[in-house]
């Protein structure tokens, strides 16, 4: 109690403001956003939010619970069609670690792209190396045109920026020596990004306060472009007043990849973003107003911010109950945003209706909430969420994974049609046509002692949705035993899927238990060993389901897998898989190798060092 006073007191002292009301100028517009006529606007509006939510927590909250932190395809040259990397909406590209143009292959190893010429596979070869100086995130290639995102630091005379996103574009019209077009870094933590036609959109966050010739001050967000930087300028400054604590400014920025003065970015001043949807005209940013670890109804803030080239403008604002998974729970459609979210806990042995899980619809130019569904699957959360055209397909879970199909054809009156109750569940929806899903996540075994289940192996589901109020599962296939993982369950874009060919590719550690080391019943939260490591590749259809084609590892025998224990991590981990025309590339930091589709023979392969 003493330690959390002296806290509240430091930061009254410190910031030394005078706790006066700040005066609001309101807009007749729909967007809750505000400008800044002032620094000292800016800085009081901040000081004034902290020092509240502090004293309020002191008095009124539990001093155990301890406070956030304030800083806290196609052709190309030939015949063979490729695949892309997996995204959610058409015509909006995403950053991956790995990128294809039908010939190279660009791909992030270590600290390091590499360029490595894939097609033909007879003569694969590397061509090129492009050093990094930070950590990549991801890649988007355009023509000629490579676009790699890292994270960076630098020291000022007076600051320190312990996080840059940085945007470097190179020119790669000679693959055998991509040039340097420009570099652009923005202050703070890389959020998302996306590219449309020839723009790159990069959205970041960084925090409000700041220690600075060790005193804590406002901060105002910097874009670093060569050697200039540039003061994001109050005019593109906005803020939110219904925000509860001003942590963090999220900056959008929008960059021309072939112009070396095209750039422009707007600044949010709000609570930290958590995650965004983009569709081609709009950015949906998604900030937490609360947490609900303190009991407080949470919402989840919307801001929208249009998007056309090199235009930015924060048209709108909105609001809506719970907290969201992540960017599949949103989707833009006919003029309406739909989002889904999860409001209250899931505990294994206290009430079971703590949780619950709603559908919103909001008019999409003003944010403001036109229809709704609530209370779905009461003690349970979101694991997977798509909305596809007027259907919304939601898995909850907690012991049993219902698969809920929603119908939104009437925006104001949302409905449930239909619901799948089996063991397991899906962290992932993909979608094989307009009647079928696929979903990957685990198969689950209910628990004896409590109202939970424990995960087991991997699990690859084919859903039948033709029948909207009855849903089924017509195949599944169940990889390994507990502790089986892939990156799908965590990242969409490890998801290689062609209807077309049937083909459906999964980079899977699997785990096995030996069920000749134990005696009687095995408990299912046993963990397996490890015995494979790389590319499950399955043909799956509706008429055939799914079946196993075969597996490619870049592994040369065991002995990593032997000793890693629970965790594994090995630069001949197989992360990602694509296709050249009759090519399957299987991926790792170590290693690019090349099979063919017809009967997985290896073709090729390239040691990366």
């Not at 100028?25 to 020092?51: A, C, P, Q, T, Y």
């Not at 190798?593 to 023979?601: C, E, I, Q, Y």
Request: aromatic share 12%; net charge negative; glycine share 6%.
């Amino acid at each position: 109690m003493k330690k959390m006073f002296t806290v509240v007191l430091s930061l009254i002292l410190i910031l030394s403001i005078p706790l006066f009301a700040l005066t609001i100028s309101l807009s007749s517009n729909s967007s809750r956003l505000r400008r800044f006529s002032s620094h000292g606007e800016l800085e009081n509006f901040v000081k004034v939010k902290i020092i509240e939510k502090y004293l309020n927590d002191y008095w009124l909250k539990s001093p155990y619970v301890s406070s956030r932190s304030l800083a806290e395809a196609y052709v190309i040259g030939s015949s063979n069609e490729y695949s892309t990397t997996n995204i959610q909406v058409s015509g909006v590209d995403e950053a991956d670690s790995v990128k294809t143009d039908g010939r190279y292959i660009y791909m992030v190893s270590g600290d390091a792209v590499l360029i490595i010429e894939a097609y033909p596979p007879e003569k694969m070869k590397k061509v090129s190396e492009i050093r990094v100086d930070g950590n990549p995130i991801g890649l988007f290639i355009n023509d000629d045109r490579l676009a790699v995102l890292k994270y960076g630091s630098i020291t000022s005379s007076d600051e320190y920026y312990p996080w840059l996103t940085v945007l470097e574009v190179y020119d790669i019209s000679n693959v055998s020596n991509p040039v340097l077009k420009r570099r652009m870094s923005i202050d703070g933590f890389y959020l998302s990004s996306r590219m449309i036609g020839n723009y790159i959109y990069i959205v970041a966050t960084s925090p409000v306060i700041r220690i600075i010739n060790e005193d804590l001050k406002v901060s105002i967000p910097k874009i670093i472009v060569g050697n200039n930087t540039v003061e994001i300028p109050l005019d593109k400054i906005f803020y939110s007043d219904t925000t509860e604590v001003p942590e963090s400014y999220t900056t959008i920025v929008a960059i021309d990849l072939y112009s070396e003065e095209g750039v422009e970015y707007k600044s949010i001043l709000t609570g930290y973003a958590s995650c965004m949807y983009v569709s081609v005209d709009n950015i949906y940013i998604v900030m937490p107003k609360r947490l609900w670890i303190w009991g407080d109804e949470e919402s989840a803030e919307i801001h929208r911010i249009r998007i056309n080239g090199l235009n930015i403008k924060c048209e709108a604002s909105g609001e809506v109950p719970g907290r969201v998974l992540n960017q599949f729970s949103m989707d833009e459609y006919e003029g309406y945003f739909r989002i889904a979210t999860t409001t209250g806990r899931v505990t294994r042995f206290l009430n079971k209706d703590m949780s619950a899980n709603h559908v919103y619809i909001l008019d999409s130019e003003t944010l403001r909430i036109v229809g709704r569904l609530e209370g779905l699957a009461p003690g349970e959360q979101i694991y997977s969420a798509r909305f596809m055209g007027s259907r919304c397909y939601l898995v909850t879970f907690k012991k049993v994974d219902p698969l809920f199909t929603i119908d939104l054809s009437n925006p104001a009156e949302p409905r449930v049609l239909g619901k799948l109750k089996i063991p397991g569940y899906s962290d992932y929806l993909h979608p094989y046509d307009d009647n079928y899903l696929i979903g990957v996540g685990k198969e689950t075994v209910e628990a004896e002692e409590g109202d939970f289940a424990w995960y087991q192996g991997l699990k690859i589901s084919l859903f039948d949705v033709s029948n909207v109020t009855s849903p089924r599962e017509v195949d599944k296939m169940i990889i390994g035993d507990r502790g089986t993982e892939s990156p799908v369950l965590r990242d969409h874009h490890a998801f290689l899927f062609d209807r077309k060919r049937n083909l459906l590719v999964i980079p899977i550690l699997e785990a096995r238990i030996f069920r000749e080391k134990y005696s009687g019943k095995i408990p299912p939260y046993v963990y397996g060993e490890y015995v494979f490591q790389g590319a499950y590749v399955f043909s799956i259809s509706p008429v055939e389901g799914i079946s196993l084609r075969g597996r490619i590892t870049h592994l040369e025998n065991t002995e990593e897998l032997e000793k890693s224990g629970y965790y594994f991590s090995s630069k001949y981990q197989v992360v990602r898989s694509l296709y050249i025309g009759n090519v399957l590339y299987t991926l790792s930091s170590g290693m690019v190798k090349a099979n063919s589709l017809t009967d997985l023979s290896e073709i090729s392969r390239v040691i990366l060092g």
